[in-house]
């Protein structure tokens, strides 16, 4: 039995299973994910799965175990828990859920404390830097102005690794904060002790690099270029990576920032504009045309057109009457309408799909880095290792200045500075080069689903189609011209703001120019217009509006009306002085890239699979055009539906990209093992994809698939090297082979290594 799914931080009970999304803080690392996991899952009766991107915890738990147990027991772990608050309503000011509490991107000084600590940090480290390494800098006393500098980097600045290396000692575990915290204060430690108690702060002493260690060494020697260089670039690395974090939650925001904020209610007959939170079941409320419709209802007084696109996926708006239901967030595209509220608050039906959202961003395993996985098992045997060399040197030299200082290699040698850089440098790049060609790439998360994805499936308003109905064809009865017929259907379309109708008028001005001017314009709701244009009595809409003035469609008319419509298209018939004279076809237009996008796709080895809301006989009109087959088309589903559908996929064992734009797809994109949204979209899909097409082409797809896998490919290969140069340096270190200043040397080399083999990816696609 599958639990169901909590919105809120409450217990959800089905049958004798419970369960209950955590908030949890304190998380540094993929290990950390992984080490509360296991705690939890320790727990008689519970299964629980920690995801470090969004910084949750999903447990089921059964009777026996409460909430209060699971909270406790992360917090005995060293992390905290608690339940999130619930998602606020559609239009309701309040913050949603997994929204951050901060603006993505603060500047300095405006709470952002971990970019206060990497500018502090970086501007105080440079000097250390030069001073140290650079011995024509070395002036007299150099080096008290160095410690002077480095002080802050490593107790300020370092202080999150420090509290996080703590907290992982108290309850017996190792992260890479641990090796980071270790290293860094052993070096400055030690160079603290080299001034205060050993030679190092006599008045014009020099740094010289040495290659091996000597007896006398160690209290002359200073390590405080390694202590801030180590803090900065780590620091850099989890900056970048904070930055990309906090808009994990931004999705649901986006979908809830759809609805109405206001609302005009009847009361004793008269409106009055309220909150939309005050909305009730039951209360009537006015949408006057291009309005949003403030909740899901019923109408109950009027007609209109109703733009439902950013939900259903529908291009052509829907007539509604009274008696029809309405969605709250869709657009009132033609007349007044009076409405009567059925569901509100988190009921309707944008709540739930901001619910969909999270479910399927929660769903999402968080991809384990390499360099954390490793890490369970590097941390803690370099640990040893550089005990074992201490140990080993008081032995063998009985000397505790060369053990100490043999020790001290082992940790800065060991110390992750480029496996900070391997990920952030590589994505910095990568979003560079992507940014240039209209690609935007989220976070490192992102890139481990390029390389095994085998299946796209393509939302088609607004992304193989343009998302805006226009005129295609018109087809005219003997002795009508097609600018006759424009002319008059146009102008008389002008006066109207029925969509459909801006698509003739909009047809209309761009081929004749100005059209002529309406007089005794009237609306007849969901049957068309009429009025009198050029002296002609002229009708426009629907085949029952012309047959109640007795002009019947000839046969010609007729058979383009049951082509256009058999095709998925919009058939508008045209009659004037008694007559049907002309038909003209709206459709939502194929982009001109489209199928030459698809090919690309093709060529990347992947399965196109076309997913709309639209009529299945649009569907597969528009499929045909770009090169996808039938079979791979799935058509007239509901938003749910495409949730179920890119999930039905991935249970016949494909790995699923997905590319949308509206509203409807924010769910599919987030449950899809990579989504793509069209920048030209919604906010709520822009922020529920993992790649953002910016300029709204369809091949920039293939290129996005493309330069993410080779950025990919680079993050592994500065992993592999950045592992490659510390371990290979481990055991010269440990030989005593490697002066700590050495170590700190070769540590930089390997960053700096990383860095050049990061910069290749801006030549991607030269």
Not at 5 to 20: L, M
Not at 269 to 275: A, C, K, Q, S, Y
Not at 687 to 702: I, K, N, P, W, Y
């Amino acid at each position: 039995m599958s639990p169901a799914s909590s919105t809120a931080g409450d217990a959800v009970s089905t049958g004798s299973v419970d369960r209950v999304e955590l908030s949890i803080g304190g998380m540094t690392c993929a290990s950390c994910a992984a080490r509360i996991e296991k705690k939890l899952n320790r727990m008689d009766g519970v299964e629980a799965t920690v995801n470090f991107a969004t910084e949750k915890a999903r447990v089921d738990f059964g009777p026996g175990v409460s909430v209060a147990d699971l909270i406790a027991t992360v917090e005995r772990t060293g992390y905290t828990a608690e339940p999130p608050p619930p998602p606020a309503a559609p239009g309701a000011p309040a913050r949603a859920a997994g929204e951050p509490t901060t603006d993505p991107s603060p500047a300095f000084g405006q709470g952002d404390p971990n970019r206060e600590r990497l500018t502090l940090s970086a501007v105080l480290t440079v000097p250390v830097v030069l001073l140290s390494m650079v011995p024509a800098l070395q002036f007299t006393n150099w080096q008290w102005l160095a410690f002077a500098l480095t002080g802050p980097v490593v107790l300020y600045g370092g202080r999150p690794f420090h509290q996080a290396a703590w907290t992982n000692l108290r309850h017996g575990a190792a992260t890479m904060d641990t090796l980071v915290s270790l290293g860094t204060l052993a070096a400055f430690g030690w160079s603290v002790w080299a001034l205060f108690l050993g030679d190092a702060g006599m008045p014009g002493m020099k740094h010289e690099f040495s290659l091996s260690i000597g007896r006398g060494d160690a209290a002359s020697t200073l390590y405080l270029e390694t202590a801030a260089a180590v803090t900065t670039l780590i620091l850099l690395g989890r900056w970048l990576e904070a930055r990309s974090k906090r808009r994990a939650g931004a999705a649901l925001h986006a979908l809830l920032d759809l609805g109405a904020k206001e609302v005009a209610v009847l009361r004793d007959g008269r409106e009055l504009r309220v909150p939309v939170g005050e909305l009730t079941v039951g209360t009537r409320f006015v949408v006057r045309p291009g309005e949003k419709i403030a909740t899901d209802g019923v109408v109950v007084e009027g007609a209109s057109a109703v733009d439902a696109s950013m939900l259903t996926g529908e291009s052509v708006p829907v007539e509604v009457a009274v008696g029809d239901p309405v969605t709250g967030a869709t657009v009132n595209a033609g007349g007044r309408l009076v409405v009567e509220a059925r569901r509100v608050g988190t009921d309707t039906q944008l709540a739930r799909m901001a619910q969909l959202v999270e479910q399927a961003q929660n769903g999402k395993a968080a991809a384990q880095r390499l360099a954390d996985r490793i890490s369970s098992i590097f941390v803690p045997v370099v640990i040893l290792i550089a005990l074992g060399t201490l140990v080993g040197w008081l032995l063998v030299s009985n000397s505790s200045t060369e053990a100490f200082t043999a020790a001290v290699a082992v940790l800065i040698i060991a110390c992750p500075c480029a496996l900070g850089l391997a990920t952030p440098t590589a994505l910095m790049v990568g979003t560079g080069r992507g940014a240039q060609l209209g690609i935007l790439i989220k976070g490192p998360e992102v890139l481990e689903s390029t390389r095994r994805v085998d299946t796209i499936v393509l939302d088609k308003t607004g992304t193989v189609t343009t998302g805006r109905m226009a005129l295609t064809a018109v087809h005219t009865a003997d002795g009508v011209s097609e600018q006759q017929a424009l002319r008059l259907a146009g102008a008389l379309e002008d006066a109207s703001e029925h969509p459909i109708a801006r698509a003739v008028a909009a047809a209309a001005t761009e081929r004749l120019g100005a059209l002529p001017a309406v007089e005794g314009f009237e609306n007849i709701p969901g049957r068309g217009v009429q009025g009198v244009v050029d002296g002609h009595a002229v009708l426009a809409g629907r085949e029952s509006l012309l047959a109640d003035w007795a002009q019947p469609l000839d046969a010609s008319l007729a058979a383009a009306k049951a082509a256009a419509e058999a095709a998925g298209q919009t058939a508008i018939t045209v009659g004037w002085d008694g007559a049907a004279r002309a038909v003209l076809v709206v459709a939502d237009t194929v982009k001109p890239t489209s199928a030459d996008a698809v090919r690309e796709l093709r060529a990347l080895g992947l399965r196109p699979v076309l997913l709309t809301g639209d009529h299945r006989a649009v569907a597969e009109s528009v499929a045909a055009e770009v090169g996808i087959a039938p079979e791979d088309v799935i058509a007239e589903v509901l938003p749910e539906e495409k949730v179920a559908q890119v999930r039905r996929l991935q249970e016949q064992g494909h790995s699923v990209a997905m590319v949308g734009d509206g509203v409807n797809d924010a769910a599919a994109l987030a449950q899809a093992d990579l989504g793509l949204a069209m920048g030209t979209g919604t906010d709520a899909a822009i922020e529920a994809g993992d790649l953002t097409l910016v300029r709204g082409d369809l091949r920039v797809a293939a290129d996005a698939i493309r330069l993410s896998r080779r950025t990919l490919g680079t993050i592994k290969g500065n992993l592999f090297w950045a592992f490659a140069y510390n371990v290979a340096a481990i055991p010269l270190a440990a030989a005593g082979l490697l002066n700590p200043v050495v170590a700190g040397a070769t540590m930089a080399f390997s960053s700096v290594f990383v860095v050049s083999n990061s910069l290749r990816l801006r030549r991607f696609g030269a």
